[in-house]
């Protein structure tokens, strides 16, 4: 068994059952690199309070910047055995320095260690992950250009609504994604790193120490592993030590704002499997990004979108787990709390590998603008344009809405197109209805540029 950060009191071995079932190492191992900056900057104010000497200060500072060169090249190996990856950590210190590795854990708890590095891991993750979301912006924003001229059918309850640009039904998804970031960067921007919260109470240095910067962990030439880490990197004193090893309203909110992206995501993907089918054929997808069937040869099936469609539930348990996790957990630290890294690592990967995949396939959509051209055929989309028509003509409102609803279903009834009937018929809706005018209303751009309310 590997040595662990405590145990002092006990003169039993834990059971390895209670090892293995206790053990987070297999997934908190994501928090190394964060982990590592943390015990960086504790060592740097373990010196400034005297409890570290230089020589010791400087020896623990050059093994862990050793470490973190060896987790940026791929070359660490956290040891399995191990409880979490903050004890592998600390017992590859003790391995390399002796004892002057065991100073490291004076005014620090493995409470304050881990909500430390799980915030650090969230500042930076999100960074990358609006990155990426930019990304697929930028994909939706080349076929927004590509087809800037397409109008295609809106729909409303999945039915016929009204002629729309396509560069605003996209539009529309672009603009979730905006907000997505936005507010990831808010989220992002509200998490305070702090230290000096030990495992509950507080630690006897001052709090000067904790809310000075980290200036000095930067300027130092030998740093510069952890330069991406500026920005984020201010730290402040704790002010209130019980709060901080007891919140986890960051993971919370991150996850609810991955699960939002994940939906966002699942509704643009369920757009393009519909437009997909020969029903609609308004859309290709490129064969790169389908798959066929064991079964029948002629298959071509977006599995790609279905799995992004799938993986929202995904997304949603995972804000639900925590959500239960944390509803009844008494002050402060419990080892509930565990259980929210799982679902916060998992939510960031699923959404990352989402991105990724549907900005490389929106790039690769080709639309049938020959089958969306004769769907604006249906007279149905106008029939909105056509109440506008008798209202200018001083018809009211409800009274045009009545008439032309029963010009519509005359035209379904009788299998006649409206704009196929003659005048006479028309008269015998409404007086005002001239068929020279309106079928001239029967147009698509037409239609989308009478919406004046739009600023484009």
Same mark, same amino acid.
């Given at each position: ?16 059952? !209670? ?8 997934? &908190?191992?994501? +928090? ?30 050059? %093994?862990?910047?050793? *470490? ?24 590859? +210190?003790?391995?390399? +320095? ?38 697929? !912006?930028?994909?939706? &924003? ?6 800037? %001229? ?84 201010? *730290?402040?004193?704790?002010?209130? $030590?019980?709060?901080? !090893? $007891? ?137 909105? &344009?056509?109440?506008?028509?008798? !209202? ?65």
């Amino acid at each position: 068994m590997a040595k662990k950060l405590w145990g002092g009191r006990f003169d039993k071995e834990t059971d390895p059952l !209670v090892e293995k079932f206790t053990r987070s190492i297999q997934f &908190d191992h994501k +928090l190394a690199l964060y982990d590592v900056a943390g015990s960086i900057i504790h060592v740097g104010i373990l010196a400034k309070a005297k409890y570290l000497s230089i020589s010791e200060s400087e020896s623990l500072t050059t %093994e862990l910047l050793n *470490i973190s060169n060896e987790i940026r090249n791929g070359n660490f190996k956290e040891d399995p055995n191990c409880e979490d990856i903050h004890t592998s950590i600390q017992n590859l +210190l003790e391995s390399k +320095l002796g004892d002057v590795a065991l100073k490291l854990h004076m005014a620090r708890s493995r409470n304050d260690q881990v909500v430390f590095a799980t915030k650090l891991y969230c500042k930076v993750t999100t960074i990358d992950l609006q990155m990426e979301i930019r990304a697929l !912006v930028s994909s939706i &924003d080349g076929l927004i250009i590509e087809n800037n %001229e397409i109008i295609m059918p809106g729909f409303t309850h999945m039915q016929h609504a009204q002629p729309v640009y396509l560069k605003d039904y996209l539009g529309t998804y672009k603009k979730m994604l905006i907000r997505d970031i936005e507010r990831l960067e808010y989220i992002s921007n509200n998490i305070k790193i702090t230290m000096g919260a030990g495992a509950l109470a507080g630690t006897p240095i001052s709090s000067e120490e904790y809310s000075k910067t980290v200036d000095d962990f930067f300027n130092n030439p030998q740093d510069a592993t952890f330069k991406q880490f500026k920005e984020l990197f201010q *730290i402040e004193p704790t002010a209130n $030590s019980l709060d901080s !090893v $007891s919140d986890r309203d960051f993971v919370i909110e991150i996850i609810s704002a991955l699960s939002i992206v994940a939906m966002h995501l699942s509704r643009l993907s369920e757009d393009l499997i519909i437009w997909s089918t020969q029903e609609f054929d308004f859309v290709e997808i490129d064969e790169a990004f389908c798959t066929g069937s064991s079964l029948m040869p002629q298959k071509k099936n977006p599995d790609v979108l279905e799995l992004i469609r799938g993986y929202a539930g995904r997304l949603n348990g995972n804000l639900v787990s925590v959500l239960t996790m944390m509803k009844g957990l008494p002050l402060t630290y419990n080892r509930d709390m565990q259980l929210d890294k799982e679902p916060l690592f998992n939510s960031f990967e699923i959404v990352s590998s989402e991105l990724k995949v549907l900005a490389g396939l929106i790039k690769t959509l080709k639309f049938n603008k020959a089958k969306i051209e004769a769907c604006l055929e249906d007279e149905s989309l106008y029939a909105t &344009d056509l109440v506008y028509y008798l !209202v200018d003509r001083k018809v009211p409102f409800k009274q045009a809405h009545t008439i032309i609803g029963e010009l519509i279903k005359y035209s379904i009834s009788s299998g006649k197109k409206i704009k196929e009937m003659s005048e006479e018929k028309l008269k015998e809706f409404s007086e005002f209805l001239k068929k020279e005018d309106i079928i001239k209303l029967f147009d698509p751009k037409k239609s989308v540029e009478s919406k004046l309310s739009i600023k484009r």
